[in-house]
Nanobody, 115 residues
């Protein structure tokens, strides 16, 4: 019943910006943390950012100062604003929402940073 749909990925030059969106359905996320992960081919999945139900944000060291996570509970949406993009940011980006012992994942959206 819970579904997450990501959008906003694409091809961007180094130094450019993208904003990813993740819209949920089947659940109201007001009381849940929301997270963004990414995974590049041949690499392990990496936690990029998370935001708690109270609005506290966490960022991986590689994206601190460049990415911003935010949420709009009225729209059941989490965003990831990505600035000053680097080639090493190239990956498939996934949003997820932990609910009790189960984590729901989106289908992913591809971000490619290349000149």
């Amino acid at each position: 019943q819970v579904q997450l749909v990501e959008s906003g990925g694409g091809l961007v030059q180094p130094g450019g910006s993208l904003r990813l969106s993740c819209v949920g359905s089947g659940i109201i996320f007001t009381n849940y943390a929301m997270r963004w992960h990414r995974q590049a081919p041949g690499k392990q999945r990496e936690l990029v950012a998370s935001i708690s139900s109270s609005g506290s944000a966490y960022y991986g060291n590689s994206v601190k100062g460049r990415f911003t996570i935010s949420r709009d509970n009225a729209k059941n949406t989490v965003y990831l604003q990505m600035n000053s993009l680097k080639p090493e940011d190239t990956a498939a980006y996934y949003c997820n929402v932990p609910v009790d012992l189960m984590t729901f994942w989106g289908q992913g959206t591809q971000v490619t940073v290349s000149s």
